[in-house]
């Protein structure tokens, strides 16, 4: 089965704080894909990086960062220095080639963590 | 700009009503989808089309219907058999129909609301 999990619902911090947000996935698949979205409160889903699974770089964009653990099945997300304006849900997602029941290639979205960045 | 339109934003229903939600993209995106986004919960696959004139069911197609009659355009009818149409909508793109490689490209969402 594939699955997301996102344990952390809601996440308060107050700026400049660092924070982690933790997705574990499942798969039985050996080539595959994640993703991370943001989601602001205007409600459209905003892409922030794919990663695959023959890539376990780490990779870092401006105050973002991810990093990809094949040996524990997770790709956590951190915000250094976190700001107000990120503030959002954050959603973790999975994708395989294969069709296990449901549409090939589906994005397998985790449930979401709020992050809640205070002034 | 170029990105996807949803409307309308908001919307009341009363029970027994179809009603049905527009998405258009001017991205030249070739695959359409549509979401369905619960409180508190991921985005569940309602329909994909990944080129005009054909679409798939994803998994919880029942009680909805899409058509893509155009490149640009891929609504979504909420029919009355849609035991909980209550929800938030979300319709995306991609550049091309290989889902599993390519990010999607996300509109604003409807919030449909039966009374």
């Known amino acids: 089965a594939q699955k997301v999990t996102q344990a952390q619902t809601e996440i308060s911090v107050v700026e400049k704080e660092d924070v982690t947000l933790d997705c574990v996935y499942e798969t039985r698949d050996t080539t595959y894909y994640l993703f991370w979205y943001k989601q602001p409160p205007s409600g459209e889903l905003v892409f922030l990086i794919r990663r695959n699974s023959f890539d376990e770089q780490n990779e870092i964009s401006g105050r973002y960062s991810w990093n990809f653990q094949k040996s524990t099945s997770s790709f956590n997300f951190t915000i250094t220095a976190s700001q107000v304006v990120d503030s959002a849900v954050y959603f973790c997602a999975l994708t395989t080639w294969r069709n296990y029941g449901g549409s090939q290639g589906n994005l397998i979205f985790g449930k979401g963590t709020k992050l809640s960045v205070k002034p | 700009d170029g990105g996807i339109t949803q409307s309308p934003k908001y919307l009341f229903r009363k029970e027994g009503q179809n009603v049905t939600l527009s998405c258009e993209q001017n991205?030249?995106?070739?695959?359409m989808y549509w979401y369905r986004q619960d409180p508190g919960q991921g985005l569940r696959l309602i329909y994909y089309s990944q080129i005009v004139n054909d679409f798939q069911k994803g998994d919880i197609a029942e009680g909805y219907s899409v058509s893509r009659e155009k490149k640009e355009s891929f609504p979504l009818t909420v029919t009355s058999a849609q035991k909980n149409p209550t929800a938030f909508y979300l319709c995306?793109?991609?550049?091309?129909?290989?889902?599993?490689?390519?990010?999607?490209?996300f509109g604003e969402g409807s919030r449909l609301t039966v009374l």
């Open positions: 991205l030249n995106h070739d695959a």
């Open positions: 995306a793109s991609s550049i091309e129909a290989s889902l599993g490689s390519r990010e999607l490209f």
